[in-house]
T-cell receptor
Framework: NAGVTQTPKFQVLKTGQSMTLQCAQD?????MSWYRQDPGMGLRLIHY???????DQGEVPNGYNVSRSTTEDFPLRLLSAAPSQTSVYFC???????????FGQGTRLTVV | AQSVTQLDSHVSVSEGTPVLLRCNYS??????LFWYVQHPNKGLQLLLK??????LVKGINGFEAEFKKSETSFHLTKPSAHMSDAAEYFC????????????FGTGTRLTVIP
């Protein structure tokens, strides 16, 4: 079972560049989300989606865009990368209510 | 408001001794609570979850946690630490049944000394 797949695993960007982090799940989960992980801060929610065509902002949405055209895919776009966006990004999916989230392996992004 | 507090940022134990990782939560409703483990350069794996059934929850790899509503705690324990338990552990709360979002603690790094 593939579960939640993120690509790429590693990425280096220059300040001002844009890119898309890909996330796909094969469990037919309605709910998908993006988190960033920074040292000493746990995981913080960037954006989430409760189904195709529906997205909403999390705790730290600035500088990021998302879309959800299908149940399976939930890409995260960095519009103009900044060094403050250097982080590890995790995509997750779940089937609510009350169920656990399944996480991808993460994308380590460095912005120089 | 809901939040999760992991009381120790770093815990160090000797192999074969008990493990205690502490977590307190605040929620105005009946929450679901989870413990996740993250090994170096890996994703997060679910250890166990509490969703209003039995208050003592058993998870994978010999871990268990007890939901104590009166103390708003959900501490993670294991009777005997193994070297492979060295990792980062996250306490996570879903504030109420059907809530969309999870709230993460800041994590506890467990070191196991041979």
């Amino acid at each position: 079972n593939a579960g939640v797949t993120q690509t790429p695993k590693f990425q280096v960007l220059k300040t001002g560049q844009s890119m898309t982090l890909q996330c796909a799940q094969d469990m037919n989960h309605e709910y998908m989300s993006w988190y960033r992980q920074d040292p000493g801060m746990g995981l913080r929610l960037i954006h989430y989606s409760v189904g195709a065509g529906i997205t909403d902002q999390g705790e730290v949405p600035n500088g990021y865009n998302v879309s959800r055209s299908t149940t399976e895919d939930f890409p995260l776009r960095l519009l103009s990368a900044a060094p403050s966006q250097t982080s590890v990004y995790f995509c997750a999916s779940s089937s609510p209510p009350g169920a656990e989230a399944f996480f991808g392996q993460g994308t380590r992004l460095t912005v120089v | 408001a809901q939040s999760v507090t992991q009381l120790d940022s770093h815990v160090s134990v000797s192999e074969g001794t008990p493990v205690l990782l502490r977590c307190n939560y605040s929620s105005s409703y009946s929450p679901s609570l989870f413990w996740y483990v993250q090994h170096p350069n890996k994703g997060l794996q679910l250890l166990l979850k509490y969703t209003s059934a039995a208050t003592l929850v058993k998870g994978i790899n010999g871990f268990e946690a007890e939901f104590k509503k009166s103390e708003t705690s959900f501490h993670l324990t294991k009777p005997s630490a193994h070297m492979s338990d060295a990792a980062e552990y996250f306490c996570v709360v879903r504030p109420f049944r059907g809530a969309n979002n999870l709230f993460f603690g800041t994590g506890t790094r467990l070191t196991v000394i041979p």
